[in-house]
């Protein structure tokens, strides 16, 4: 699955129990798209890939911080209010949103053809356009943002 080492709790640091709840719900929720990242199934693939696992853990991580979930401090930024506008019909947004993000940041590594040193470059602008979407006026479910048409189940 893309660990880091043969102790997959060693990668959870960043992104905690909460990552593994995210990437147990995209595997049964949305069982074609996760499988098809994680066998990298899709276009032409770089020789150095992104590990999956870890990917996830990441994502998980970035999307709690872009979020402001994590801080005492809370600010009402745009995606902020987005996302709370997403927990209104959708007590699954969070995960919902790892799950799209996981999507968004293949496609991105795909069109770019991104190799494993571009990783983080390539999380921090799948976040930015996942922020953008957050922002959108009039959007209740994660499912009626603009990428979401990526995912399969």
């Known amino acids: 699955m893309g660990w880091q080492n043969s102790d997959p709790a060693t990668d959870f640091r960043s992104g905690g129990f909460m990552s593994l709840e995210n990437l147990i719900y995209f595997a049964r929720n949305y069982p074609d798209s996760f499988h098809r990242l994680l066998h990298k199934a899709d276009g032409e693939r770089a020789e150095w890939e992104y590990p999956f696992a870890v990917a996830g853990v990441n994502i998980s991580y970035m999307l709690a911080q872009m979020l402001d979930l994590q ?7 745009k995606a902020r209010v987005g996302f ?56 209740s479910r994660v499912q009626n943002l603009p990428s979401f048409r990526m995912l399969r189940r």
Do not use: P
């Open 71 to 77: 801080s005492e401090n809370r600010r009402s930024s």
């Open 84 to 139: 709370a506008q997403l927990l209104e019909d959708d007590e699954m947004a969070f995960d919902n949103l790892f799950c799209l993000a996981f999507q968004m940041l293949d496609a991105q590594w795909l069109a770019r053809r991104a190799s494993y040193m571009e990783f983080n470059e390539v999380l921090k602008s799948t976040l930015g356009q996942l922020e953008q979407e957050l922002t959108i006026g009039g959007v």
